[in-house]
């Protein structure tokens, strides 16, 4: 079945520093792939998104691309901010048998606290 | 637009009742997907609602139901609640069957003492 695997945290970074939060994932055909971000008492915000091998998505200065040869989907950017500080699920779906249904299938989620 | 919304923000109840969880997704979308978020589970899908019908369900008891109504908001209902029901649920909504990408709603956390 599908799984997606990410680094765990904690992870603590102080402002201005690079982030990398890993992702690896398995599953059969072409899934999307799905960063979210929940911050504390809230639900799940789509971060980014990338639907095919090598796209690239982006968004808020948070990037990741789709590597299909090393079936990951790596968080990064450049400097953290104290309002980063949130929990980031890295997800995947793809289309069921019959079509459509695209249940995500999520990791166990990464803390990222930005101290100033 | 208005977001997903979820009510009610917070449930409390008591081992063997029924708890009923609210879901409106964004105007015009048309499926509805539940989730879990149990501690120490992580995210799990529970049930998958279109155009009204139930379309695939979790690895979860049949206790877990729901339905959707002809506005496509949802309704998720847990029967004979256990204390491992205990969670945040969280609904999303996405345009069509077909358009894979899904908007969560804040999510509803249920307390079973």
């Known amino acids: 079945g599908n799984s997606v695997t990410q680094m765990e945290g904690p992870v603590t970074l102080s402002e201005e520093a690079f982030l990398t939060i890993n992702c690896t994932y398995t599953?059969?055909?072409?899934?999307?792939l799905f960063w979210y971000v929940q911050y504390p008492g809230e639900g799940l915000q789509l971060l980014l998104k990338?639907?095919?091998?090598?796209d690239k998505g982006s968004n808020k200065g948070f990037e990741a691309t789709y590597r299909k040869e090393t079936t990951s989907f790596h968080l990064e950017k450049g400097s953290v901010q104290v309002s980063d500080s949130a929990v980031y699920f890295c997800?995947?779906?793809?289309?069921?048998?019959?079509?459509?249904?695209?249940?995500?299938?999520f990791g166990k989620g990464t803390l990222l606290t930005v101290n100033p | 637009e208005a977001g997903v919304t979820q009510s009610p923000t917070h449930l409390i109840k008591t081992r063997g009742q029924q708890a009923t969880l609210r879901c409106s997704p964004i105007?015009?979308?048309?499926?509805v997907y539940w989730y879990q978020q149990a501690l120490g589970l992580g995210l799990q899908f529970l049930l998958w609602?279109?155009?009204?019908?139930?379309?695939n369900r979790g690895n979860f008891p049949p206790r877990f139901s729901g339905r959707q109504f002809p506005n496509y908001s949802s309704e998720l209902n847990v029967n004979a609640l256990e204390l491992e029901d205990s969670a945040l649920y969280l609904c999303?909504?996405?345009?069509?069957?077909?358009?894979?990408?899904?908007?969560f709603g804040p999510g509803t956390r249920l307390t079973v003492l």
């Open positions: 997800a995947l779906s793809r289309e069921g048998s019959g079509g459509s249904n695209y249940k995500l299938t």
């Open positions: 999303a909504g996405q345009r069509t069957a077909s358009y894979n990408e899904q908007f």
């Open positions: 990338a639907t095919k091998a090598d």
């Open positions: 609602y279109d155009e009204g019908e139930e379309r």
């Open positions: 105007s015009g979308h048309t499926s």
């Open positions: 599953a059969t055909g072409y899934p999307s």
